[in-house]
């Protein structure tokens, strides 16, 4: 079968995966709005860091789970990746629904954390392998935003249904559809693309922009995880970058609701600020992948850091729900900016041979945050309250884009700095 890179050509399996990614995207969405609510309303959870720490499990889980999704999609193809991430899945609606004790909450976000590592991690990589460098940031922008979008449709369905009903089950019925739906469309119409890379490999072939000119496809994993952690001073920027922005999102998702509860808002104005900050993210991707295209990767990555300090600064001189609302769109604005652009930056730099590979470092990095989040935002507001908290992770957030903008050098192919 002749086989050809590009959006346009493989736009048949670019949109259902583009689908999947919706579906994995919605399980997260389900527990935004509700979750922290349901730790200290219904399990009397009283400390912070004790409700963060479902984020925690569920960050640790997807980190790790980024990495092994990565490097074994490169040995034993994306599709058993995909698939195996979907059944973690299977269980989690129904935990989160009958749970007798908090523990048990923390255990089924174990479960979601591996379901968002492989699954999500798969779509990426495969996305990638079909596109090409061409339109890596257009792709990875469409994938983002598919996710993110259905991860403020989920809050703002189920923050809804909350509000009616009560915090559970009723919420997390739409979870089973969205696992069983996803598992099907994953293994019944989703094709495997690892054969994509060597058609890439052979178009590249002489290529040397990649991360400090290795080509070899025998790379070691360790070798890769150094050039993708330390070592190449992008690859670290793009890290670094990743983790502080989901210890951001940790917190929008762990502590705000905490917040705005405290400040008397409702369960339904608290779903609808819950929907705000995903919906402008995965919106806003739609056209921040095509501009890292078009602009590069750097610009974009410095000033989305930056514009999501501002969004939490906002956040804290806010009165009223207009003014939250405006400060939970600027964060998603500022995420969307990032978000495609670091993933797209990692897919000019690594090599095609051992590009999953970097990927899942990345990702591990990224989703620490999680974990780097819950502990220190948790702790931090067990400490000196919520507000300074709060100040504190805006402050570490705009440190992250004078990282960038200071030791990142531009990745996009048509603007690529020469190294020596």
Same mark, same amino acid.
């Given at each position: 079968m002749n086989r050809q890179l590009g959006l346009r050509e493989n736009w048949e399996q670019f949109t259902l995966l583009v689908v999947v990614n919706a579906f994995?995207?919605?399980?997260?969405?389900?527990?935004? @709005?509700?979750?922290?609510?349901? =730790? $200290?309303e219904e399990f009397g959870?009283?400390?912070t860091t004790a409700v963060l720490s479902f984020i925690a499990s569920f960050g640790l889980a997807k980190a790790l789970s980024n990495l092994t999704a990565g490097r074994t999609s490169d040995r034993f193809g994306r599709k058993r990746i995909l698939i195996t991430g979907w059944l973690f899945g299977l269980p989690v609606p129904l935990i989160?629904?009958?749970?007798?004790?908090?523990?048990?909450?923390?255990?089924?976000?174990?479960?979601?954390?591996?379901?968002?590592?492989?699954a999500w991690s798969a779509t990426v990589i495969m996305k990638i392998d079909l596109v090409g460098p061409r339109q890596r940031g257009l792709a990875m922008g469409l994938?983002?935003?598919?996710?993110?979008?259905?991860?403020?449709?989920?809050?703002? @369905?189920?923050?809804?249904?909350? =509000? $009616?009903y009560g915090l559970r089950p009723e919420p997390f019925y739409l979870g089973v559809v969205f696992v069983l739906a996803g598992l099907l469309l994953s293994t019944v119409f989703v094709?495997?693309?690892?054969?994509?890379?060597?058609?890439?490999?052979?178009?590249?072939?002489?290529?040397?922009?990649?991360?400090?000119?290795?080509?070899?496809?025998?790379l070691s994993f360790s070798k890769i995880f150094l050039l993708t952690s330390w070592k190449d001073r992008t690859l670290f920027s793009v890290s670094q970058a990743g983790m502080v922005n989901n210890l951001n999102d940790g917190m929008a998702w762990g502590l705000f609701p905490l917040f705005f509860a405290i400040i008397g808002l409702s369960i339904s104005q608290i779903g609808l600020l819950a929907a705000i900050y995903p919906a402008v993210w995965g919106l806003g991707q739609l056209g921040t992948g095509y501009l890292s295209d078009r602009l590069g990767r750097k610009p974009l990555i410095s000033l989305g850091m930056f514009v999501q300090a501002t969004g939490i600064l906002m956040l804290l001189l806010g009165a009223h729900f207009a003014h939250y609302a405006i400060a939970m769109a600027v964060l998603g604005a500022g995420t969307a900016l990032v978000y495609p652009t670091l993933l797209a930056a990692i897919g000019d730099v690594a090599h095609p041979t051992w590009r999953a590979t970097s990927v899942g470092v990345y990702?591990?990095?990224?989703?620490?945050?999680?974990?780097?989040?819950?502990?220190?935002v948790g702790g931090l507001s067990d400490l000196v309250g919520m507000r300074?908290?709060?100040?504190?992770?805006?402050?570490?957030?705009?440190?992250?884009?004078?990282?960038?903008?200071?030791?990142?050098?531009?990745?996009?192919?048509?603007?690529?700095?020469?190294?020596?």
């Amino acid at each position: 079968m002749n086989r050809q890179l590009g959006l346009r050509e493989n736009w048949e399996q670019f949109t259902l995966l583009v689908v999947v990614n919706a579906f994995v995207g919605s399980m997260v969405g389900l527990e935004r @709005a509700i979750l922290p609510l349901l =730790a $200290t309303e219904e399990f009397g959870v009283a400390s912070t860091t004790a409700v963060l720490s479902f984020i925690a499990s569920f960050g640790l889980a997807k980190a790790l789970s980024n990495l092994t999704a990565g490097r074994t999609s490169d040995r034993f193809g994306r599709k058993r990746i995909l698939i195996t991430g979907w059944l973690f899945g299977l269980p989690v609606p129904l935990i989160l629904m009958y749970a007798p004790t908090w523990e048990w909450i923390v255990f089924a976000n174990i479960l979601l954390g591996i379901n968002q590592g492989l699954a999500w991690s798969a779509t990426v990589i495969m996305k990638i392998d079909l596109v090409g460098p061409r339109q890596r940031g257009l792709a990875m922008g469409l994938n983002e935003a598919s996710g993110y979008i259905a991860v403020s449709l989920a809050a703002l @369905a189920s923050g809804y249904i909350a =509000a $009616t009903y009560g915090l559970r089950p009723e919420p997390f019925y739409l979870g089973v559809v969205f696992v069983l739906a996803g598992l099907l469309l994953s293994t019944v119409f989703v094709r495997d693309t690892s054969d994509f890379v060597a058609l890439e490999v052979e178009m590249d072939k002489g290529d040397t922009a990649y991360a400090g000119g290795y080509l070899d496809d025998k790379l070691s994993f360790s070798k890769i995880f150094l050039l993708t952690s330390w070592k190449d001073r992008t690859l670290f920027s793009v890290s670094q970058a990743g983790m502080v922005n989901n210890l951001n999102d940790g917190m929008a998702w762990g502590l705000f609701p905490l917040f705005f509860a405290i400040i008397g808002l409702s369960i339904s104005q608290i779903g609808l600020l819950a929907a705000i900050y995903p919906a402008v993210w995965g919106l806003g991707q739609l056209g921040t992948g095509y501009l890292s295209d078009r602009l590069g990767r750097k610009p974009l990555i410095s000033l989305g850091m930056f514009v999501q300090a501002t969004g939490i600064l906002m956040l804290l001189l806010g009165a009223h729900f207009a003014h939250y609302a405006i400060a939970m769109a600027v964060l998603g604005a500022g995420t969307a900016l990032v978000y495609p652009t670091l993933l797209a930056a990692i897919g000019d730099v690594a090599h095609p041979t051992w590009r999953a590979t970097s990927v899942g470092v990345y990702r591990l990095w990224r989703d620490s945050g999680y974990v780097v989040g819950a502990l220190l935002v948790g702790g931090l507001s067990d400490l000196v309250g919520m507000r300074w908290s709060i100040g504190i992770i805006a402050i570490l957030t705009a440190i992250s884009g004078f990282v960038v903008a200071i030791m990142m050098y531009e990745t996009l192919p048509a603007k690529r700095e020469k190294r020596a």
